[in-house]
T-cell receptor
Framework: AQSVSQHNHHVILSEAASLELGCNYS??????LFWYVQYPGQHLQLLLK??????LVKGIKGFEAEFIKSKFSFNLRKPSVQWSDTAEYFC???????????FGTGTRLKVLA | DTGVSQNPRHKITKRGQNVTFRCDPI?????LYWYRQTLGQGPEFLTY????????KSRLLSDRFSAERPKGSFSTLEIQRTEQGDSAMYLC???????????????FGPGTRLLVL
């Protein structure tokens, strides 16, 4: 069955630390890849997306993600986190040809001021 | 606010009752999705509409669940004979999809939190 794994469930960092959140998926075909963020008390919103082309994708607020097809991974990175990045982050995969988005279980990030 | 809206925001019901939730997508969006999210999990896909047509439905969705989008605008999700396991956040998302293109950005609503007693 298709699935998305986010291995880090909770991450605590100090401000200015670098961030990398892991995302791996199980699907052999072409996929579209997404990272969503949910700030406390707010809706889920798109952080960045990959459809094709350059595997290094830049999103909002200084986030980026790299698609490594051979590793079935789409890890999220930010070189220097801020207190305002405290949120829950979800990785999602959409197999090409379907409209079924498959989400990971999420990673709760807490950034200490 | 011109985002996705969902009503009600909270619903408490007794086991066995029927409940209906409404989603109003962003006005020009032709695609609409329903998801369910339980504590500690990510959103779980339930169903997808393109305009008024329900084109994809999760096999996890039991016969007690039904969704409609009669005029291609707002959508309703009904759960019949609710069970305690139905307690969850029900999320709606919409997007503008162009023919032949997979690329889209989903915009999520605030969700309806259901508690079945």
């Amino acid at each position: 069955a298709q699935s998305v794994s986010q291995h880090n469930h909770h991450v605590i960092l100090s401000e200015a630390a670098s961030l990398e959140l892991g995302c791996n998926y199980s699907y052999g075909g072409t996929v579209n890849l997404f990272w969503y963020v949910q700030y406390p008390g707010q809706h889920l919103q798109l952080l960045l997306k990959y459809f094709s082309g350059d595997p290094l994708v830049k999103g909002i607020k200084g986030f980026e993600a790299e698609f490594i097809k051979s590793k079935f991974s789409f890890n999220l990175r930010k070189p220097s986190v801020q207190w305002s990045d405290t949120a829950e982050y979800f990785c999602a995969v959409k197999p090409s040809g379907t409209y079924k988005y498959i989400f990971g279980t999420g990673t709760r990030l807490k950034v200490l001021a | 606010d011109t985002g996705v809206s969902q009503n009600p925001r909270h619903k408490i019901t007794k086991r066995g009752q029927n409940v209906t939730f409404r989603c109003d997508p962003i006005s020009e969006h032709n695609r609409l999705y329903w998801y369910r999210q339980t504590l500690g999990q990510g959103p779980e896909f339930l169903t997808y509409f393109q305009n008024e047509a329900q084109l994809e439905k999760s096999r996890l969705l039991s016969d007690r669940f039904s969704a409609e989008r009669p005029k291609g605008s707002f959508s309703t999700l009904e759960i019949q004979r609710t069970e305690q396991g139905d307690s969850a956040m029900y999320l709606c998302a919409s997007s503008l999809g162009l023919a032949g293109l997979q690329q889209e950005t989903q915009y999520f609503g605030p969700g309806t939190r259901l508690l079945v007693l």
